[in-house]
């Protein structure tokens, strides 16, 4: 598997979750866990989201994705069973661009990253709505 490059990511991330009420929490390996109601410590309970939807499955809903081809960005979303976590496949990432590999690859990285829980972003966008 390609290293991520953390910047991108959180630059991609921005780009498609614009909404300036939208917390977001950015693992390792790509997955994003957005977070429509917060509380308390947005990484901890992204990170309890990601633990439960985030590992594979095979056979079950947890096995299942979709495809989402960006238009604001290159590359691909990568759904799940859980429409708060998504995970973002480069351009560059898959040899195989076809969208079976597609999301066989990104469902690979979501489950490294539920399964290895490691928070690199964090964007906390409570009070942010009240302000504008």
Known sequence: M???N???????WQRL????RKSWVL??????VVLTTPEGEPAE??????????????????GDFGVIDLKDAEGWIVTGHHND????VGPDEPQDQSEIAVGLFGRSK?????????????????????SA
Not at 6 to 12: C, F, H, K, R, S
Not at 17 to 20: T, Y
Not at 27 to 32: L, P, Q, V
Not at 85 to 88: E, N
């Open 6 to 12: 953390t910047e991108m990511l959180i630059d991609v």
């Open 85 to 88: 976590v998504l995970t973002y």
């Open 110 to 130: 979501r489950h490294r990253d539920g399964t290895e829980l490691h928070v690199v972003h964090v964007e906390d966008k409570r009070g942010s709505a009240d």
């Open 17 to 20: 979750l614009a909404d300036p």
């Open 2 to 4: 390609i290293a991520v």
């Open 45 to 62: 309970q992204a990170a309890a989201l990601l633990e439960e939807f985030g590992p594979v499955h095979a056979g079950s809903l947890a």
């Open 27 to 32: 693992f390792e390996h790509g997955t994003c």
